[in-house]
C-alpha cells in the first residue's frame, strides 16, 4: 500500500482544515488507518484511527470533539476534517495503514506510511 497526504497548510486558530489520504492497492478496505503527529521536538503521538467499516473510530484526548476521521473505500481515501484548531495542534500529519482488524494508538504496529503533510495553526 502506497499513501499520499494532502490538505495541510497555515491556518488560523479557531479555523478548520481537511487533510486527505490517498491510498493504492486493492484491499485498502481491509485496513485499519490511522493519523499520527509530529511537533518540532516531539515524539510522533496517534490522533486518530478507523476501522475497515468506518464503524469504529478512535481519538487521542486532545482533539476529541474537534477532528472527525472518516474513510471512502470506494474512493480508497482516508480524511481527518479538524476544526477548532489551536496552535498546539501545529505539526506535520501523517496517515498510515494497518493489516489487521484493531486500531491501536502505537505507531510501531502500522505497516505503512505517508509522507506527511504539514499543518500550521498560527495565534
Known amino acids: 500500500v502506497q499513501l499520499q497526504a494532502s490538505g495541510g497548510g497555515l491556518v488560523q486558530a479557531g479555523g478548520s482544515l481537511r487533510l486527505s489520504c490517498a491510498a493504492s492497492?486493492?484491499?485498502?478496505?481491509?485496513?485499519?488507518m490511522g493519523w499520527f503527529r509530529q511537533a518540532p521536538g516531539k515524539e510522533r503521538e496517534f490522533v486518530a484511527g478507523?476501522?475497515?467499516?468506518?464503524?469504529?473510530?478512535r481519538y487521542v484526548d486532545s482533539v476529541k470533539g474537534r477532528f472527525t476521521i472518516s474513510r471512502d473505500n470506494a474512493e480508497n481515501t482516508v480524511y481527518l476534517q479538524m476544526n477548532s484548531l489551536k496552535p498546539e495542534d501545529t505539526a506535520v500529519y501523517y496517515c498510515?495503514?494497518?493489516?489487521?482488524?484493531?486500531?491501536?494508538?502505537?505507531?510501531?504496529?502500522?505497516?505503512?506510511w505517508g509522507q506527511g503533510t504539514l499543518v500550521t495553526v498560527s495565534s
Open positions: 498510515a495503514a494497518r493489516s489487521s482488524s484493531y486500531i491501536v494508538s502505537s505507531r510501531i504496529e502500522y505497516n505503512y
Open positions: 492497492g486493492r484491499t485498502f478496505s481491509t485496513y485499519v
Open positions: 478507523i476501522d475497515w467499516s468506518g464503524a469504529s473510530t
